[in-house]
């Protein structure tokens, strides 16, 4: 875990009543997203290019949705969202949501189930709580979705059972063949990979939703996952939710092109808008994993430094969008 953590800045029951808080937000967000899926949507770009980092009607009431619940639970809180309107940047408080209110548009609008709904409770760049929503037909969740939530110090739960990361078959923390990875499509373009990489990639799949692959790196379902480049509202609810199942976060300092442990965002934190102005254009990509097999990918999965710039740019500029 992250050494930064602020980690008795609130007691449990504060932070269960914001952990519940963000179940509550992508619960009913969730629900609204599925009664509209493969549905008629006002489908929009927010890029120059046709086609590329999609919005719908579905994405900005969604997020009305999440506000709404965050401003009559959580009074004092504030929003970062995906849906957010450009303009000049407020003061940031001590806690914020990063609310991605769905994660892997252009997978909903091609009527892919592959998508969430992600919110993130952050005390000063920190994750503290969050929730994930998926379309998962999970016969107690009703409604064609079932929640993956957190707290810190308080375990990763998926329907109110426990969960975990895959524990790894050796000592090194090896990834193997027959379990399933998350790795970019470009990925051999952006890392290069050493010898002790052959065969143990895994069997490796791209979905096109950071969150959800993240959430389910803590569910088992993935022996691991390299995300991105994605934004803070994308891993925010997943960090503590890996992080609460055991397993480790990463982040890629594209200045050293090396891992490092995750330690939150906006650091230098202050109560201002530049703060919320680095948390809002934040862009990057996350290792999460078991400990042994975190720490064995770090050493074995190189970023190649040129290709690692060109990837982030292309983020960034909007060529292609997560």
């Not at 790795?183 to 002790?196: D, E, H, I, Q, Y």
Request: hydrophobic share 40%; net charge neutral.
């Amino acid at each position: 875990m992250p050494a930064t953590q602020p980690l008795n800045h609130f007691d449990d029951e504060t932070l269960r009543a914001f952990e519940q808080a963000a179940v509550e937000a992508v619960t009913q967000a969730g629900k609204f997203a599925f009664s509209r899926f493969m549905g008629p949507m006002k489908v929009e770009s927010k890029s120059s290019k046709p086609g590329r980092d999609l919005v719908t009607d579905v994405d900005r009431e969604s997020q009305r949705i999440i506000a709404s619940i965050m401003a009559d639970r959580c009074p004092g809180h504030q929003l970062l969202g995906e849906e957010d309107q450009q303009s000049d940047p407020p003061a940031a408080a001590d806690t914020i949501w990063a609310v991605d209110p769905i994660d892997g548009t252009a997978n909903y609008v091609n009527k892919s189930s592959t998508h969430a709904v992600s919110v993130g409770v952050m005390h000063r760049g920190i994750p503290i709580a969050g929730a994930v929503w998926t379309p998962w037909p999970w016969p107690e969740g009703g409604n064609g979705g079932a929640v993956m939530h957190a707290r810190r110090g308080g375990g990763a739960k998926w329907m109110r059972k426990q969960v975990c990361v895959a524990e790894p078959i050796d000592e090194l923390g090896r990834p193997v063949s027959g379990r399933l990875s998350i790795l970019p499509g470009n990925a051999r373009s952006v890392f290069r990979f050493s010898r002790a990489m052959r065969g143990h990639a895994g069997d490796v799949r791209v979905t096109g939703s950071a969150s959800y692959e993240m959430a389910h790196v803590a569910s088992g379902m993935y022996q691991y996952g390299i995300m991105g480049t994605a934004a803070v509202w994308d891993f925010a609810a997943a960090t503590i939710i890996v992080e609460e199942a055991g397993g480790e976060v990463l982040s890629l300092d594209p200045h050293t092109s090396s891992w490092k442990p995750f330690a939150g965002w906006g650091a230098p934190y202050a109560n201002d808008s530049n703060t919320f102005k680095k948390m809002r254009d934040w862009r990057g990509i996350v290792l999460a994993a078991h400990p042994r097999t975190a720490s064995f990918l770090s050493q074995n999965i190189i970023p190649r430094q040129r290709g690692i710039f060109s990837y982030i740019s292309r983020q960034v500029l909007g060529i292609r969008s997560i």
